[in-house]
């Protein structure tokens, strides 16, 4: 299976849980920094689910794996994420180019991949639910800057029709109801 990032941009994983969603997310990262160097890709893993994630914490292309524990790290994550589309709105100003692609083609430009590894985990806590709130907007302001998004999910109906509408390219895994497959 092929996932072309520049074509997909943002992405949704579904299926119950134990469907595999971990495991596709980490043949992606994998895959992407066997294929990458750290100049091409910095990838940021949000980690609600089996706690596995944490083995990329060394690879040079990772930023950082957050965990339920680092609740408080939360905003200031966001926060980053914020702030490179700002310095890239601005370079890209710069650049006069208005999209990623262009930009890349005159400037040395990593891809940032922020991974949601279960959105029902992140959501759970009252900080979490305040950043799945305004994770929309963050997902809808950041596409065109080269910051692309993969969400886990056990149903598609953890998430607001408003993210979703966000992560239009989706991969369906065990669904629960054979209606969730068309609905995905």
Do not use: W
Request: glycine share 4%; aromatic share 10%.
């Amino acid at each position: 299976m092929t996932v072309d990032f520049s074509a997909c941009e943002n992405m949704l994983i579904v299926g119950e849980a134990g469907s595999g969603k971990t495991t596709i997310l980490q043949n992606i990262l994998i895959s992407l920094s066997r294929n990458l160097s750290p100049r091409d890709l910095h990838f940021y893993v949000l980690d609600y689910s089996s706690r596995m994630m944490k083995a990329f914490r060394p690879l040079p292309h990772c930023g950082a794996v957050l965990q339920e524990e680092d609740e408080d790290s939360l905003e200031e994550f966001f926060k980053l994420i914020n702030g490179l589309i700002a310095q890239r709105k601005k370079l890209f100003s710069e650049l006069e180019v208005d999209n990623f692609n262009d930009a890349q083609a005159k400037t040395e430009l990593p891809l940032i991949l922020v991974v949601i590894d279960n959105f029902s985990g992140l959501s759970a806590s009252k900080k979490g639910e305040a950043i799945a709130y305004a994770l929309q907007n963050y997902i809808k302001n950041s596409g065109a800057y080269g910051v692309r998004y993969i969400v886990t999910s056990n149903y598609l109906n953890e998430l607001s029709s408003r993210i979703r509408q966000e992560l239009p390219c989706r991969i369906c895994l065990h669904m629960k109801d054979k209606y969730d497959y068309s609905d995905a």
